[in-house]
Nanobody
Framework: QVQLVESGGGLVQPGGSLRLSCAASGSIFTFAAMGWYRQAPGKQRELVGIITRSGSTNYADSVKGRFTISRDIAKNTVYLQMNSLKPEDTAVYYC?????????????????WGQGTQVTVSS
C-alpha cells in the first residue's frame, strides 16, 4: 500500500508563498490522479486541486490562479505551490490518491488520510 507524507507547511504572512510536498512510498503513476485537500478549523475537508495521470490539473475556484499542482514522477512526489496566500487559506493540507469513478468523469479519494501539514497565514 502506497503511503503519503505531506510536508512544507508553516506560518506565512498574507501575500506570501509556500510549497508543500507529498512524498509517496511507491509510484504515483499507479493512481488515476493525486489530489490536494485542506481542512480549516470547524469546517469540512475540501478539495483544493488535482493532477491526473496524464498531467492535467484542475483547481477549486477559491485557489485558481494562485495555487499550482505539479509532480516529479521520478521522485514519486506531488507539489502544491501556493502564492498570494490569504488568511482564509489557513488549514491543514492533505494529499491523497484518487480513483476514477463515473467512467472517469470524476475522482474519489482513497479512505485513508495522512497527518497533513499545517499552513497558517497570518500577520
Amino acid at each position: 500500500q502506497v503511503q503519503l507524507v505531506e510536508s512544507g507547511g508553516g506560518l506565512v504572512q498574507p501575500g506570501g508563498s509556500l510549497r508543500l510536498s507529498c512524498a509517496a512510498s511507491g509510484s504515483i503513476f499507479t493512481f488515476a490522479a493525486m489530489g490536494w485537500y485542506r481542512q480549516a478549523p470547524g469546517k469540512q475537508r475540501e478539495l483544493v486541486g488535482i493532477i491526473t495521470r496524464s498531467g492535467s490539473t484542475n483547481y477549486a475556484d477559491s485557489v485558481k490562479g494562485r495555487f499550482t499542482i505539479s509532480r516529479d514522477i521520478a521522485k514519486n512526489t506531488v507539489y502544491l505551490q501556493m502564492n498570494s496566500l490569504k488568511p482564509e487559506d489557513t488549514a491543514v493540507y492533505y494529499c491523497n490518491k484518487l480513483q476514477a469513478t463515473g467512467g472517469g468523469s470524476s475522482y474519489n479519494p482513497f479512505p485513508s488520510w495522512g497527518q497533513g501539514t499545517q499552513v497558517t497565514v497570518s500577520s
